[in-house]
């Protein structure tokens, strides 16, 4: 591609961390109105790379120009002055604000002495949601959404001004295949456009739908820039880590269901919300599906006592259970690990150890006292197993890559070893590879008699990882599909029934 | 688990070069600046570098460092308590009161006295720790209300007179200069700083203080209960005002109730000159001790070089403010080198 045609071209970037080459001698050239996809493993520099675009870090080495010019912003301001715009991967909204007022927080309407027109706010809003396809109240307060629903809000919010540039950082970790669909609608008609966008993605097979171009992260070097045509996802695999990979699922036939390890009936979360039953058996993984918005994650959260619910029967192999509160649920022998890993997973200023104890520190101390050694052993032991890539264990948490961070909460749950696990999104941003370890590992849960729930947007994730899955429509379970009878369309139209039916 | 990846590419700064780092701009910072300070004031200040100033001061922060220990955990959890002064004034007029009863041997009352001062202590800190979180209130009204409470009930209690008159032996005690260099006042703060480092550092129960503070929905998720943990907190807070109550009685000899008026302030400004983040998470009880020893530094240095005063406060103020700057840089600087 000639240089003059490209409108932002790097030459030599580095960027180092105290412990981390996060980016090294990266030189890159983004055609004006191309679509680029940039790829790499967990912790391989794709979000560092952004985030010298967005002005939040700056280069250490190298040189990048935008339109021709050379370009250092010193603050996300200076990116957005530019025409840039990104949809970071940890999402950024104020959670105690109203969607509207997140959308339009850089150019309130005004009327006289400054005031805020809430109307024509309100009304704005109400147009950009609708284009990402999110039909909910503008005045809702951001912090009751659930994590798809931000994200939404988040492209929304980007959409709301001209760009140049859009920058998507994984933006589809959380959807599901209607708003998948719209986003790359919106995409392909900004591109008509002549915009030109960047896009970051763990899910390999999206990408060829919209992409003209992909360059690949290993390690924080460019391992190449292609053309994506022609290319296939194994090919796109053995760039990101060097090898080949077999076959992402390989369900474990030998792994037979055995008896009733929980089982709910009638939950119900408020008088709006229609009772569910469903359960799970020993060494069954239960997958449950729907669109997003769909109201699995409320149930989860309800039936671990995270949220307060109306009525229903929790009952533990056989026995009914109270749980009113995570520390009841816990005791009982579940896990919940929330599809907010930033808000409600983790404790982001501790250290990576820290984060995985903290269920149980009772199995690192003794008389109340924490005995490090067994700690950092414990946190070690599972941080090789996933293959959280961090510094040292004593690196904040903050300062991983998402895909790492998802791999801690994991971790810490794991650490728990409770009888039952409940997963939302528990490969949320994660590497094809490190996603392979993770499927290996439930299969190695499910084999020790563990009850597994996985809650995924991800349908052929769910297809190949579960014995049964469950399906979600407005806030009520519409269909149960056993393995035999897996089939996206099927599930996907029962996913849509409640909302197409008036 | 599976072919190991490539390995880590080596970088400039290694993870144990960065924890002393980290050390450094943490805790060592506040350190420097109070060595930078006594050493402005030895030389400038007359009768400054004196052992008889020395002692003076170390007579004088005890009070406020044992409010201050008790703070540091309250402040870690991301609350606050503006109710130590008054909550000191009652303890002290509580175990005065308990002290000077006839009846009693010295020995009896002296113990008496410090159990009561601890449960009145307790339990207007369990009371502001209970309401907060139990009506999800902030702690700063609530224990804004407390100060008022307390100090209307250090009234009742002592009704509205100070109380003299505590046993000799007592008194002695106060007095007493161990070695000829340690106040045995100095030394109760010590320990107590003691023991608070200790359980921040050690215990399961200061892990998850901090941890609370960090992210108090990750751990109620977690399977804990965080509102134990900041009842808890202010349980410490209010123990440490009866036992800064009883520093009080040791060193002046009087329990009254317009005793700690505006000590809150003194202790806060302690904790976070030492480096504890007023939101909560990060900071050290060293460090405030090391804080608590800045303030009286200041204060003294600035009265032995003529500084009126009229003009000590303003200066005070400022180095409270430029603290919170240097912290906010400090966090930078940390996020950095993690
Ligand atoms: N502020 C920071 N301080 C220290 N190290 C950092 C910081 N930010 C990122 N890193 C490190 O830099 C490396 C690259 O991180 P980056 O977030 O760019 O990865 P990524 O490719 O976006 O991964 P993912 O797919 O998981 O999102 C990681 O090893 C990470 O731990
Ligand atoms: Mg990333």
Known sequence: ?????????LQGVGKIFPGVVALSD?????????????LGENGAGKSTLIKLLAGIYQPDAGTIAFNGAPYQPKTPHDAQQSGIRIVHQELNLLPYLSIAENLMLENLPRRAFGIVDRKALNRRAMALLKEVGLEIDPRTRVETLGVAQMQLVEIAKALSYDSKLLVLDEPTATLTPPEIKRLFAIIKRLKAKGVTIIYISHRLHEVFEIGDRVTILRNGRLVATRDLHGLSVPDLVRMMIGRDIADEFSFDASIVPGKVALSVSNLKRNAATPAISFDVRHGEILGVAGLVGSGRTEAMRALFGADPKLDGVVEIDGRPVAITAPKDAVRHGLSLLTEDRKGQGLLLDLAVDKNITITDLGKVSRHGLVNRRAESAAATDLVGQLRVKASSIEQA???LSGGNQQKVVLAKWLFRGTSTLILDEPTRGVDIGARREIYQLLWM????????IMVSSDLPELMGMCHRIIVFSKDRIVGEVPRSAFDQERILSLAYQEYVRP | MSETSEPLVSAPVSPSRAKFLRFLIRDAGVLLALVLITLFFSASAPYFATPGNALKIFVQIAINT?????????????GIDLSVGSVLALCTVVGATVMIDESLSPAVAITLALLACMATGAACGFLNGWISTRWKIPSFIVTLGMLNMAAGAARVVSDNSTITGLPQSFVDFGNLIIGGFLPSIFLVAVLVIAAGWFVLRFTVFG??????GTNDEAVRLSGHNPDFYKVAAFTISGLTAGIAAMVYLLRLNIGSPIAGVGYELNAIAAVIIGGTSLSGGKGSIIGTLVGACILQ???TGLQLLGVGDNFKPIVIGLVIVLAV???????????RIR
């Open chain 2, 297 to 299: 530094v200041l204060s």
């Open chain 2, 66 to 78: 044992v409010l201050a220990a008790g703070m540091t955990f309250v402040i870690l959890t991301g």
């Open chain 2, 207 to 212: 892990r998850m203080i901090f941890a609370v």
């Open chain 1, 26 to 38: 990266v030189s890159l050239s983004i055609a004006r109105g191309e679509t680029h996809i940039v």
């Open chain 2, 325 to 335: 700057i240097l912290d906010a840089y400090r966090e930078r600087l940390l996020r």
């Open chain 1, 397 to 399: 948490v903050r300062n």
């Open chain 1, 1 to 9: 591609m000639p240089m003059d045609d490209a409108i932002l071209s």
């Open chain 1, 445 to 452: 849960l499910a084999a020790a008699q563990k009850g597994i």
